[in-house]
C-alpha cells in the first residue's frame, strides 16, 4: 500500500512514539479492506510499540481506531486516511503514542477542562485541503481529553451516511449526533464554540497586550511577507488573522510560484506560517478585525478591534485581509449552500459522483474546477456569463476535449432550485435571445471570481467602488500610518507573488513611517 520511500519516512516519524499503540481494525469482504489490512500490517511493521490486530467490532467497515494501550485515549478513522489526510494519520500515531500535542499552552488548558462526553464524527474527501485541519484539531483534542471522542469518515466509502444527512460539502462536523459544523475549523475554533466563556478570557489576554511597533491584520500571503520583514527590522510586530494561509489554503496546485515548480495551497500556507514563527512575531490566530481606529495625531496609537471586547494597538497597521469567493447574490444561492451550491471543487467534488453538477464561470478557476470535476461527477455544464471564455487557451482546449462537459455561455444565472434539503437545477437567461431556460442538476459549483475583505473598514479607509483598499505604490492608504497589501487592495493583479511584494513594500513603509514619526524634533535634539 505505502511505497518505500513514504514507510522509510514513516518509520522516521515512529521513532517519537513513546507508548505502546495498537491498531484496531474493523474489515468487511470490500477490496479496501484488504487494503486497510495491508496498510495496517506495514505500518506496525515500522515500530516495535506499534501492533495491530483485525478483529474489531465497530459498525463502520473498513474503519480502525488507534489506541494508547491500558488508556481511554484513542482515535478513529472509517476508511483509509491517505490522500491529504495521511498526514492526520501520520499526527495521530504520534499524538496517541505520546508524543506532544503542539498547540498554544491556553488553548491546551480550555481543552482539557471541555466537560461532558462529546462524541464528534467528521464527514471528509482525500481531496479536500480544508479537511485535514479540523480531523486533526479533533483527533488532538480527544488525546488530550478522553472524554472526546472523534472518528474522521471519508465519505466516498460511506455514501449511505452521506445521502441520509443530506451532506453536500466537507468537512462537516456532528457532534452528539447533531450539526456541529462545516467548513475548516481548528482547535481554538473549535474550544470557542463549546466554550460560552472563551471570548472573555480571549478579550481580556488581548487587551492586556502591551501596544506594537507594527500590527499586521491577515495571515495570507502578504500578511507573512509583511510580518517577516516587519521583524527582520528589529521593531515589535504583531499579526492577527482569521485564518493563517488564506484564500492560499484553498487553492489545489500551485505551478507558478517562481523558484517552486509545483505545490499545494495548504502545503504552502503552513510553510507561511513557519517561516513567521522563525522570527520574533507575536501570533494570534482565529480573530477576525471588526473596526480600525487610526491614529488621531502623528505618533500615536491605532486600534484594531477584535469583536466588541477585545482589541490590539500599534503605531503602524498593515492591513492584509485578503479576499474571499464571489457569491452569485440570485435567490437560492444561500439558502442551498452546502446543500449543493458549493466554492471548492477539490473539497466536494467526491461527494457528487455520478451526478450532474454546473459551474460557474469561464476563467481559468472555473475552467480547471470544471477539467477536474468531469473526471468525477457523471455531467459537467460550464455556464459563462460573457460569450467567450476567459480561460487560458490550453485550458479550453483540454477542457472541449472531455465527453462529459457542455458549455453554455451569453448566460446569466437567475435563481438556484432545490426541493428544500438539495440543489435540484438552476435557471438562468440566455443574453441573446432574452429566453429563460432551466439546467437539471445536483451540484452548483461557484467560480465567478473574488470579493475583498474589507466591510470592517467601510467609513475608515478610502475605498474603490469594488470595495479594495485604495493604496500608493508604497502601500500607504488615505489614514497616516495605516498601510494595505495583497488582494484587498487596488493592486490588479491577484496573486500569491505579487501579494508577497506587496507586503514587503508595506512593511518596508510601515518601518519608514516609524522612524520618520519617532524621530526627535529640531528643537529636542538640540
Not at 452569485?328 to 452546502?338: A, H, I, R, S, T
Not at 511584494?501 to 513611517?513: E, I, N, R
Request: hydrophobic share 45%; charged share 25%; glycine share 10%.
Amino acid at each position: 500500500m505505502l511505497d518505500a520511500n513514504l514507510l522509510a519516512q514513516l518509520k522516521t516519524y515512529l521513532a517519537n512514539v513513546t507508548a505502546p499503540i495498537e491498531l484496531v481494525a474493523s474489515l468487511d469482504e470490500r477490496p479496501k479492506s484488504a487494503d486497510l489490512r495491508a496498510m495496517l500490517t506495514e505500518i506496525a511493521s515500522q515500530s516495535d510499540l506499534v501492533t495491530a490486530r483485525f478483529d474489531g467490532t465497530a459498525e463502520r467497515r473498513p474503519s480502525f481506531r488507534i489506541e494508547r494501550v491500558g488508556t481511554d485515549v484513542a482515535v478513529e478513522f472509517a476508511g483509509l486516511p491517505l490522500g491529504h489526510e495521511f498526514t492526520s494519520l501520520v499526527l495521530a500515531l504520534l499524538q496517541v503514542g505520546g508524543h506532544p500535542v503542539k498547540e498554544d499552552e491556553d488553548v491546551i488548558a480550555s481543552v482539557r477542562d471541555l466537560e461532558g462526553d462529546l462524541e464528534f464524527v467528521t464527514y471528509m474527501s482525500l481531496s479536500c485541503q480544508n479537511c485535514p485541519t479540523v480531523v486533526q484539531a479533533l483527533n488532538a483534542m480527544s488525546v488530550l481529553n478522553p472524554r472526546i471522542k472523534h472518528v474522521a469518515v471519508e465519505g466516498s466509502l460511506f455514501q449511505d451516511e452521506i445521502d441520509a444527512r443530506k451532506i453536500m460539502a466537507v468537512p462537516t462536523v456532528y457532534l452528539n449526533g447533531e450539526l456541529f459544523g462545516s467548513g475548516r475549523m481548528d482547535v481554538a475554533d473549535i474550544v470557542a464554540k463549546l466554550d460560552t466563556g472563551a471570548g472573555a478570557k480571549v478579550a481580556a489576554k488581548l487587551n492586556a497586550v502591551e501596544p506594537f511597533e507594527v500590527l499586521v491584520v491577515g495571515g495570507g500571503p502578504g500578511g507573512a511577507a509583511a510580518s517577516i520583514y516587519a521583524a527582520r527590522k528589529g521593531i515589535r510586530t504583531g499579526l492577527v488573522a482569521e485564518r493563517f494561509g488564506g484564500q492560499v489554503l484553498d487553492t489545489m496546485a500551485i505551478e507558478n510560484f517562481i523558484s517552486i515548480p509545483y505545490t499545494e495551497g495548504p502545503k504552502l500556507g503552513a510553510e507561511l506560517e513557519a517561516h513567521v514563527k522563525n522570527y520574533d512575531v507575536e501570533l494570534y490566530k482565529g480573530l477576525a478585525a471588526t473596526k480600525l481606529v487610526p491614529a488621531t495625531e502623528p505618533g500615536g496609537l491605532a486600534t484594531v478591534e477584535l469583536g466588541p471586547d477585545a482589541r490590539l494597538s500599534a503605531k503602524s497597521v498593515i492591513v492584509a485581509t485578503g479576499a474571499r469567493w464571489r457569491h452569485m447574490g440570485v435567490p437560492g444561492e444561500q439558502e442551498y449552500k452546502n446543500k449543493g451550491v458549493t466554492f471548492c471543487p477539490h473539497c466536494d467534488g467526491p461527494l457528487f459522483k455520478g451526478k450532474r453538477v454546473a459551474v460557474i464561470g469561464g476563467g481559468n478557476s472555473g475552467i480547471e474546477a470544471a477539467i477536474d470535476l468531469a473526471g468525477v461527477v457523471g455531467h459537467v455544464t460550464v455556464v459563462e456569463f460573457l460569450d467567450v471564455l476567459r480561460a487560458d487557451e490550453v485550458l479550453v482546449r483540454k477542457l472541449k476535449s472531455l465527453p462529459n462537459v457542455d458549455i453554455v455561455m451569453s448566460a446569466r444565472t437567475t435563481e438556484v432550485l432545490g426541493d428544500g434539503d438539495q440543489v435540484t437545477g438552476l435557471d438562468y437567461e440566455d443574453r441573446v435571445t432574452g429566453e429563460l431556460k432551466h439546467l437539471d442538476l445536483e451540484g452548483i459549483f461557484v467560480q465567478i471570481g473574488l470579493l475583498p475583505n474589507t466591510e470592517w473598514l467601510q467609513g475608515t479607509l478610502e475605498l474603490n467602488p469594488r470595495g479594495e483598499i485604495v493604496v500608493d505604490e508604497r502601500g500607504a492608504t488615505s489614514a497616516d500610518g495605516i498601510f494595505a497589501a495583497g488582494d484587498c487592495t487596488t493592486e490588479p493583479f491577484k496573486q500569491i507573488v505579487v501579494a508577497m511584494g506587496t507586503g514587503s513594500t508595506a512593511a518596508l513603509s510601515a518601518f519608514d513611517h516609524l522612524i520618520r514619526t519617532s524621530a526627535p524634533t529640531s528643537d529636542e535634539a538640540a
